[in-house]
């Protein structure tokens, strides 16, 4: 008996060990293809599990290291994964400070003092909570409903789902758009978020579009704005506070986003909140990530119809960063700077989707032309960190959105 157990623990350290060694290794990894994917976003997200994990392996495997050489193996692999495992949360303290810089320059370094204290309290106190990763972020009762039909252009069901605040009455707004390469999605993604902040007072309403290849560009735009005139006339039964309104989006739904509160808009617009969007589509062409899991070129073909050789002006007119004025504009002798909306830009230094330098540049251009814009760079992050919700980069996301919001709404 005791040789069977002996036997079932070595078993069980070679698993635990292969196992976690193999998803830490995603944390520096990055995914070749898009069916790998989830393992290099999900990996840095969950590394307190696979720190605990790598140190449970470890201590397994130093019961036999004496007595053989594949446990002194597995030993060095445990500890060397273990280090790994750690580099998220050893980068948080330092990321967290340049966000804090960045806020903190856009709005003032007394913004929060500016927040009602009532909405304070409904934020989160810390940018990281370890619990909070390691059991979920608690979520409430909201009030949800689901499939209201906006609109059917083409014969296309355009639909909404809102999630209503806890209490009655008209609340600050989210308008969420969701991503997918403007090719796949649904209003019902992201929903975890969409409850979080709607439990803190807020209506939140997801949208939908037309999709790509059958739709291109401007479909997707001109769903965008048939959804925020569809919200305008339904704003008492939405429960919507049109004068405290901010865009949201992920990926391709954060580019539809800024090119809705870049432009003219059928409803006024706050804020606008970019989580790792597009921002200039002829140089994401060119200047491709690597490797590239999803094949950038033939997203962006599909959804302008051919390259920016055969489309140069489309590309122009479908990338947020033309819509931010250097100056250019002039009444009488006098330049003018359109005003654009606060923007917050959210970016994984990772991401092997959109890579954070061109938000980076969008940025850059905002502060330029007097646009209040934070911008937020995660570096273990890649692209569509926040899936998972309470993982160690959406809790630093989350904490700087709900400043943002609560500040550019009040």
């Keep these: 008996m005791p040789y069977l157990l002996n036997a079932l623990l070595r078993g069980l350290t ?11 290794a995603w944390i520096v990894v990055p995914a070749p293809t898009f069916a790998l994917l989830p393992l290099g976003v999900g990996a840095p997200e969950i590394s307190p599990w696979l720190i605990v994990a790598n140190a449970i392996a470890a201590l397994l495997a130093l019961r036999y290291v004496r007595k053989s050489w594949l446990f002194r ?5 445990s500890l060397f994964s273990l280090t790994i495992s750690t580099l998220p949360l050893s980068q948080f303290a330092a990321a967290n400070q340049r966000a804090e810089t960045s806020i903190g320059t856009a709005l003032g370094t007394d913004y929060l003092t500016q927040i009602a204290p009532a909405v304070q309290g409904q934020m989160r106190a810390k940018p990281f909570v370890l619990m909070d990763a390691l059991r979920g972020i608690p979520e409430q009762l909201v009030r949800t409903t689901v499939g209201i039909p906006v609109a059917a252009p083409d014969g ?28 796949r999605g649904n209003p019902n993604d992201d929903a975890p978020f969409s409850r979080y902040m709607a439990a803190r007072g807020y209506t ?26 569809y919200i305008q006339q339904h704003a008492d039964d939405l429960e ?4 405290r309104l901010a865009l949201m989006g992920r990926s391709a739904g954060a580019h539809l986003a800024m090119l809705a509160a870049y432009q003219t ?21 060119y200047d491709l990530p690597s490797p590239d899991p999803i094949n950038s070129r033939a997203v962006l073909n599909a959804f302008l119809g051919g390259s920016p050789e055969q489309f140069p002006e489309l590309y122009r007119q479908a990338s947020p960063y033309n819509y931010v004025s250097s100056g250019e504009l002039f009444y009488g002798n006098h330049p003018v700077i359109p005003r654009l ?41 890649e692209h569509a960190f926040d899936k998972v919700f309470n993982g160690v980069s959406n809790q630093l996301a989350l904490y700087y959105t709900e400043r943002f919001l609560a500040w550019t709404l009040r």
């Design 204 to 229: 939140v309403v997801a949208i939908d579009y037309r999709h790509a290849p059958r739709y291109q560009f401007p479909a997707q735009l001109e769903d965008v704005k048939t959804a925020l005139t």
């Design 240 to 243: 919507v506070d049109t004068q």
């Design 341 to 381: 909306p606060p923007s917050l830009l959210i970016y994984g230094g990772r991401d092997h989707l959109v890579q954070a330098k061109f938000g980076r540049s969008l940025y850059d251009r905002l502060q330029a032309t007097g646009t209040r814009a934070v911008w937020l760079e995660i570096p273990w992050a």
């Design 156 to 183: 296309v069901p355009l639909t909404l789902t809102v999630y209503r605040a806890p209490q009655t009455g008209k609340h600050p707004t989210i308008v969420v758009i969701y991503g997918g390469a403007w090719q």
């Design 14 to 24: 070679l698993l635990i060990s292969g196992v976690t060694c193999f998803l830490t």
């Design 73 to 77: 193996f597995v030993l060095a692999c």
């Design 265 to 285: 808009s059928p409803i006024s617009i706050r804020a606008v909140v970019n989580y790792y969007g597009p921002v200039d589509l002829t140089k994401g062409y």
